[in-house]
């Protein structure tokens, strides 16, 4: 079975800092792992799809590695800002699952301070 | 275009009755899936259809649970004698076809409160 953890479950930090969400995974058969956004009360916004063959993605201020040899992904925000505020989620279909259903960890929530 | 649409966007329900949650997804997508996200949790899987069949439900969690796809669109989620701790958020993905490497697009689900 797989499993994804999500650490830390929390984070605050002040306006203009850099950061990393860190996402780990226990069986490295994924297809790819996506991040995705999640603001209080509402659904998932996709930020980045890593497919496995890649190393990373970038769009904009975010950019999201993957090592599926170590089981682990990360986002990096480059120069946050108060609307970066949200939880952060990762995900990956596991082809243990036949039916590439995405396993998902519990979250990050971030906190930028103004 | 459009995206994945979830109706409705709020359900308040009294234990026991009956729920009905419409999923209607990108256009032209094949493979649809139901999530359910409780408070404080990342989405859990309920079921997922290739086309019109229900091609696994290995997440539903009991037999009050029912989901059909009758044209291969749009989606159904049916939960019978609904109990308090079925309250969640339901979300609905779609993908353009079936397989690992294929993108799902998220819904705004549906928050369903059992009073």
């Known amino acids: 079975k797989q499993e994804v953890t999500q650490i830390p479950a929390a984070l605050s930090v002040p306006e203009g800092e850099n950061l990393v969400l860190n996402c780990s995974f226990t069986d490295s058969a994924i297809y790819n792992l996506q991040w995705f956004r999640q603001d209080p009360g509402k659904g998932l916004t996709s930020l980045l799809l890593i497919q496995s063959s890649q190393r990373e993605q970038t769009s904009g201020r975010l950019n999201a590695s993957l090592d599926k040899s170590s089981g682990r992904s990360t986002l990096y925000i480059a120069a946050s800002q108060p609307g970066d505020s949200a939880t952060y989620l990762c995900a990956a279909p596991w082809s243990g699952a036949g039916s590439y259903q995405l396993t998902f960890g519990k979250g990050t929530k971030l906190s930028v301070i103004p | 275009g459009a995206g994945v649409s979830q109706t409705p966007s709020n359900k308040v329900t009294e234990k026991g009755k009956y729920v009905e949650l419409r999923c209607d997804p990108i256009s032209g997508h094949t493979a649809l899936y139901w999530y359910r996200q409780s408070l404080g949790q990342g989405p859990e899987f309920l079921i997922y259809f290739q086309g019109t069949g229900a091609a696994d439900d290995s997440g539903l969690p009991n037999d009050r649970f029912f989901a059909v796809r009758p044209e291969g669109s749009v989606s159904t989620l049916k939960i019978q004698r609904t109990e308090r701790g079925d309250s969640a958020v339901y979300l609905c993905?779609?993908?353009?076809?079936?397989?690992?490497?294929?993108?799902?697009?998220f819904g705004p689900g549906t928050r369903l409160t059992v009073l």
């Open positions: 993905a779609s993908s353009l076809r079936p397989g690992g490497y294929n993108e799902q697009f």
